[in-house]
């Protein structure tokens, strides 16, 4: 009697491929940690070998992708999970094999040590220290541009890497849109441009207990999360249980440093609550710069400039920083519609898309070669009148004041105005948002937020979640609707 050999179990070839992307993960994971250890403590002799690291793992996670593409190249995906999986598997993939290895390389060398001149060109005001790496790191940019191809305009290469299929055209539209609704609901408001507590001194210490206290109100476990110190705040996810964020403590006018602690942690939320099945595997990150910025513009605007956020804070602030002013004069404290905010992330909501607007508008001209990096302070102040109606003093205030351009991060921008729209989109889907907040119901707010956005990872590109959530594309109207509920309604 002849015995049947048992059948040999079928090879799932997706399952192989994510399994051999765990050492990609690790590259990643590696190259997050040294470019947080840089910003954060990092000795400036250290540099050069650190810019080398960076540059030499680089290279090897192009070549394990590379090495993974035959093992998914016929794949189809039999389900959501797996098309998305395979979708930015591809992704990756198609980026690295575009780029030569000497290409990518000196983009990780060069960022490395072009933000460590930023910071010392910032420190003494003078933009001429960094401009020639700004122009190498320019030239950089254009070329992968033109390696990664385009229809139309060559940052729409560039902002698709943040923005999956949005383009230049939708950008402009999106912009054409919003401003002018900003304006007018501007023009219909009367408060405040100034306030006292701008000039309130605090102490670093006793503001962080308050973010402290905020951490445990978001439930963002010290297990698995901590907060440093770095010139430029940002988050950078390490793992799902292993988070960093940093920020700073400017000596006054302390909702600056508490605003850019609560966004960060918006950022680090949506880290911490994505799917742990996607835990080193190609989705499992955001599902675009937009939608995780939306998150921390979610947090830091519509939830902690709101009034019934305020008032739970108010105690904490007398307390912690001996603020003694009443709930009522913090929230006009922190929505104040300054005439003079220079500064980007000091901006209200009102003049923060502005902001945003004249950074898009000249990267995008740098990119395709209709402004010089030798002209950029001049045509920073330019804009800066154009857009926010002032002049900046110094380089500081101006053109040096954004460390994204200097780490090559063109076609970044925009996608704080996405968050910001989808942010407002979100907002309409609460409903009764104000009523949870007053309530404290901030466990639900983060639930849902979670199975609405966080779970899902980059499985969906930005445009099928926000069809899925919502039912439609990126839409600017719930956000200016937002807005006119905010500050329309408060001001009658």
Same mark, same amino acid.
């Given at each position: 009697?002849?015995?049947?050999?048992?059948?040999?179990?079928?090879?799932?070839?997706?399952?192989?491929?994510?399994?051999?992307?765990?050492?990609?993960?690790?590259?990643?994971?590696?190259?997050?940690?040294? $470019?947080?250890?840089?910003?954060?403590?990092?000795?400036? @002799?250290?540099?050069?070998?650190?810019?080398?690291?960076?540059?030499?793992?680089?290279?090897?996670?192009?070549?394990?992708?590379?090495?993974? @593409?035959?093992?998914?190249?016929?794949?189809?995906?039999?389900?959501? $999970?797996?098309?998305?999986?395979?979708?930015? $598997?591809?992704?990756?993939?198609?980026?690295?094999?575009?780029?030569?290895?000497?290409?990518?390389?000196?983009?990780?060398?060069?960022?490395?040590?072009?933000?460590?001149?930023?910071?010392?060109?910032?420190?003494?005001?003078?933009?001429?220290?960094?401009?020639?790496?700004?122009?190498?790191?320019?030239? +950089?940019?254009?070329?992968?541009?033109?390696?990664?191809?385009?229809?139309?305009?060559?940052?729409?290469?560039?902002?698709?890497? *943040?923005?999956?299929?949005?383009?230049?055209?939708?950008?402009?539209?999106? $912009?054409?849109?919003?401003?002018?609704?900003?304006?007018?609901?501007?023009?219909?408001?009367?408060?405040?441009?100034?306030?006292?507590?701008? %000039? !309130?001194? &605090?102490?670093?210490?006793?503001?962080?207990?308050?973010?402290?206290?905020?951490?445990?109100?978001?439930?963002?476990?010290?297990?698995?999360?901590?907060?440093?110190?770095?010139?430029?705040?940002?988050?950078?996810?390490?793992?799902?249980?292993?988070?960093?964020?940093?920020?700073?403590?400017?000596?006054?006018?302390?909702?600056?440093?508490?605003?850019?602690?609560?966004?960060?942690?918006?950022?680090?939320?949506?880290?911490?609550?994505?799917?742990?099945?996607?835990?080193?595997?190609?989705?499992?990150?955001?599902?675009? !710069?937009?939608?995780?910025?939306?998150?921390?513009?979610?947090?830091? %605007?519509?939830?902690?400039?709101?009034?019934?956020?305020?008032?739970?804070?108010?105690?904490?602030?007398?307390? &912690?920083?001996?603020?003694?002013?009443?709930?009522?004069? +913090? *929230?006009?404290?922190?929505?104040?519609?300054?005439?003079?905010?220079?500064?980007?992330?000091?901006?209200?909501?009102?003049?923060?898309?502005?902001?945003?607007?004249?950074?898009?508008?000249?990267?995008?001209?740098?990119?395709?070669?209709?402004?010089?990096?030798?002209?950029?302070?001049?045509?920073?102040?330019?804009?800066?009148?154009?857009?926010?109606?002032?002049?900046?003093?110094?380089?500081?205030? @101006?053109?040096?004041?954004?460390?994204?351009?200097?780490?090559?991060?063109?076609?970044?921008?925009?996608?704080?105005?996405?968050?910001?729209?989808?942010?407002?989109?979100?907002?309409?889907? !609460?409903?009764?948002?104000?009523?949870?907040?007053?309530?404290?119901?901030?466990?639900?707010?983060?639930?849902?937020?979670?199975?609405?956005?966080?779970?899902?990872?980059?499985?969906?590109?930005?445009?099928?979640?926000?069809?899925?959530? !919502?039912?439609?594309?990126?839409?600017?109207?719930?956000?200016?609707?937002?807005?006119?509920?905010?500050?329309?309604?408060?001001?009658?």
């Amino acid at each position: 009697m002849m015995v049947q050999k048992p059948k040999a179990p079928k090879i799932n070839r997706l399952e192989e491929a994510i399994k051999g992307y765990g050492v990609v993960a690790s590259i990643r994971h590696t190259q997050s940690l040294l $470019f947080w250890d840089q910003e954060v403590n990092m000795p400036k @002799g250290g540099l050069n070998t650190r810019a080398k690291a960076l540059g030499d793992l680089e290279v090897l996670a192009r070549r394990e992708l590379l090495s993974l @593409g035959p093992k998914i190249k016929h794949l189809k995906g039999r389900d959501q $999970f797996e098309r998305g999986m395979l979708r930015e $598997f591809r992704s990756e993939i198609f980026y690295v094999g575009r780029l030569p290895e000497d290409l990518l390389r000196e983009l990780e060398v060069h960022s490395s040590k072009t933000v460590e001149l930023w910071k010392i060109a910032k420190r003494k005001s003078d933009f001429k220290m960094v401009q020639p790496n700004l122009e190498r790191m320019i030239e +950089i940019k254009r070329e992968i541009a033109d390696r990664l191809g385009y229809e139309k305009h060559p940052y729409d290469a560039l902002l698709d890497l *943040y923005e999956h299929e949005v383009t230049v055209a939708q950008t402009e539209k999106m $912009f054409a849109e919003l401003l002018p609704k900003l304006a007018q609901i501007k023009k219909g408001t009367n408060i405040e441009s100034e306030h006292p507590l701008e %000039n !309130f001194e &605090y102490s670093k210490a006793k503001m962080k207990k308050v973010t402290l206290e905020l951490e445990r109100m978001l439930k963002l476990s010290r297990k698995s999360f901590r907060s440093d110190v770095s010139e430029h705040p940002f988050s950078i996810p390490l793992d799902l249980r292993d988070i960093r964020i940093t920020t700073n403590f400017p000596k006054n006018d302390f909702k600056n440093s508490f605003f850019d602690s609560f966004h960060e942690f918006g950022h680090a939320l949506y880290a911490a609550q994505i799917d742990p099945r996607l835990r080193a595997t190609p989705a499992g990150d955001a599902a675009s !710069f937009g939608f995780d910025e939306s998150q921390s513009r979610f947090w830091e %605007n519509i939830v902690g400039h709101s009034m019934g956020f305020v008032r739970l804070m108010q105690p904490l602030f007398e307390k &912690y920083l001996g603020v003694k002013e009443s709930a009522e004069e +913090i *929230y006009r404290y922190f929505n104040l519609l300054k005439h003079d905010a220079v500064i980007r992330m000091a901006s209200n909501e009102l003049e923060y898309d502005s902001h945003i607007a004249m950074r898009y508008k000249i990267e995008k001209g740098l990119i395709s070669g209709e402004m010089k990096a030798s002209e950029l302070p001049a045509i920073w102040n330019d804009y800066m009148m154009r857009y926010i109606g002032i002049t900046p003093k110094n380089d500081r205030e @101006g053109v040096l004041q954004d460390m994204h351009w200097y780490c090559g991060d063109f076609g970044y921008f925009p996608a704080y105005t996405y968050g910001n729209v989808i942010s407002g989109m979100l907002w309409k889907t !609460f409903g009764n948002l104000d009523d949870l907040i007053e309530q404290r119901k901030f466990d639900y707010i983060r639930e849902r937020l979670k199975e609405q956005v966080h779970v899902h990872g980059s499985i969906y590109n930005p445009k099928e979640l926000s069809n899925k959530l !919502f039912g439609k594309d990126y839409d600017t109207a719930d956000y200016v609707e937002y807005l006119e509920h905010k500050y329309l309604r408060r001001t009658e």
